[in-house]
Structure formats: C-alpha cells, structure tokens
C-alpha cells in the first residue's frame, strides 16, 4: 500500500472528512514521526510498533566489482521494530484474526 491508497481508504471510510483533509492528518503524521527521529527521539504507536534510529559506524568497505577498498561514512539510519500485536496478527491465519473491542465496550457488557 502506498501513500496515496492509505489516504483514500481512510476518506472512504470516514465520509463526513474531505479527502485533502485526510492527505494532510497523513502527512501531519508522517512528518511528526520524522521530525521526531531526527531529534533522536524514539516513536512509539501501541499495537503497531516503534521507530528508532540506530548510528552506523564508519567502516572500510570493498567495492564488489574491483574488490577496491572503500572508505563507508558512518550513519544514522531509522529502524523499526514491530510489535507483538502486530507480529501476531501477521502470523495468524485470515479466518482467524478477530477485531479487539475496546475496553470501555467490554466493560459496558460485563
């Protein structure tokens, strides 16, 4: 899924929201995430997972085709880790992935 699908899918699934509205939430977000693991800051969305940075040293490196030496400049490189909702949700099969009710709507059944 792309950008552009996501921001269609979610106008589609709230009509009372104009499409350019929902393209800028999007974008607010993306860039929020951004914004934030340039600071160095981590990002955390429960029941999705987090983003970090992790920093990549410098290194000598080879080039593959004339196994040259090849000075690499250390880096800072984003990085994500999923979490375990969502890693069991991908590992289950379809028939039996069931939608989680929030917790005020179980509370009002019990």
Same mark, same amino acid.
């Given at each position: ?31 929020? @995430? ?5 600071? =160095?800051?981590? +990002?955390?969305?429960? %029941?999705?997972?987090?983003? *970090?940075? /992790?920093?990549?040293?410098?290194? @000598? ?5 004339? =196994?040259?030496? +090849?000075?690499?400049? %250390?880096?800072?490189?984003? *990085?994500? /880790? ?14 039996? +992935? ?9 509370? /009002?059944?019990?």
């Amino acid at each position: 899924m792309i950008k552009s699908e996501l921001v269609l899918k979610i106008a589609e699934q709230n009509p009372h929201l104009y499409q350019r509205d929902v393209e800028n939430i999007v974008n607010s977000i993306l860039n929020e @995430i951004t914004s934030a693991l340039a600071n =160095g800051d981590r +990002v955390e969305l429960r %029941g999705f997972g987090a983003f *970090s940075t /992790k920093k990549r040293e410098p290194r @000598i490196g080879r080039n593959p085709r004339t =196994g040259e030496q +090849v000075d690499i400049t %250390g880096k800072v490189v984003p *990085s994500f /880790k999923q979490s375990k909702d969502m890693k069991a949700r991908l590992n289950m099969e379809p028939e039996k +992935v069931q939608k989680k009710t929030p917790s005020k709507e179980r509370a /009002k059944s019990a």
